[in-house]
């Protein structure tokens, strides 16, 4: 589709599409011929085929204005994926030659952070995967019917910090994608406890359609500026330290279920994240 859109602008569009507009326009000079002789039965018809013609030439002009902003969309992910590898790629080739060289001994510690970084490079192509499957409409969701109070407490359980559950001991199953369901809550939940000291709390009520999640924590809160911003990928707020892909796979996956995600923040106070999912 890109390699297309780079062939329309250096060399205009292709055959094809001349032919078909060539007779428009012919029937477009007829219509404005008719119309001044008054010639009825073929004005009418004229004017037909010139509002075809417009309508052409407008989608032609949606067409080519979506072909320019997804080729840079993917200019900017390529800008970004390279930006946010090169560092542990850094790291990674530093460690390896100063083993190599001599610098570093070859203990367990070494080979202990070598391996951290390897993981944390495949986490991050795992990450960017995922976005790219959602946004190319291929993303695999194996839904199955689940109690949502389950999955919740068995997430809030993987954590060493104290998570205050607000659930009902038993709920309406609901069909999602219980994997995927689970990363989002374990991206919230780590970004809580990332950014809190305080108590963090994820409660959960169903609706007559939908089943929400909220998790709240009573840390630093987000600054204004960040929140418009919260969800794109890569995006980093002050004090934050992870790849900027946590929020932006929590809203795909939340999206790809037909569900939505919203942030509410107060500086100071601390952050309720919002999720809505139907039933």
Known sequence: ??????????????????????????????????????????????IAVL????????????????????DRLRRQLMADVAHELRTPLSILQ?????????????????????????QHLSRLVEDLRTLANAEAGALDLRK???DPSDLIRD?????DRKIEVDAPDEMPLIDVDPVRIREVLLNLLSNAVRHSEGTIFIHAEMQPKRL?????????????DDLPRIF???HKG?????????????????VAHGGSIDVGSTVGKGTTVTVSLPR
């Open 1 to 46: 589709m890109h390699s297309m859109h780079r062939h329309w602008r250096r060399r205009g569009p292709p055959p094809f599409l001349r032919w078909m507009f060539a007779p428009l326009i012919f029937w477009a000079a007829i219509a404005l011929i008719s119309m001044l002789f008054r010639t009825r039965t073929l004005t009418i018809v004229a």
């Open 144 to 146: 199955e019917l689940v």
């Open 212 to 224: 929400i999640i909220r998790v709240t924590d009573t840390g630093s809160g987000i600054a204004p």
């Open 238 to 254: 002050r004090d934050s330290h992870g790849s900027g892909l946590g929020l932006a796979i929590a809203r795909t996956l939340v």
């Open 232 to 234: 794109d990928r890569f």
């Open 94 to 118: 530093g460690r390896i030659e100063g083993l190599i060289d001599g610098v570093y001994p070859r203990d367990d510690a070494r080979m202990a952070g070598l391996l951290e970084e390897t």
């Open 155 to 159: 997430v809030a359980g993987a954590f």
């Open 51 to 70: 509002a075809l013609a417009i309508g052409f030439v407008l989608a032609f002009r949606r067409a080519s204005s979506f072909f320019r902003a997804q």
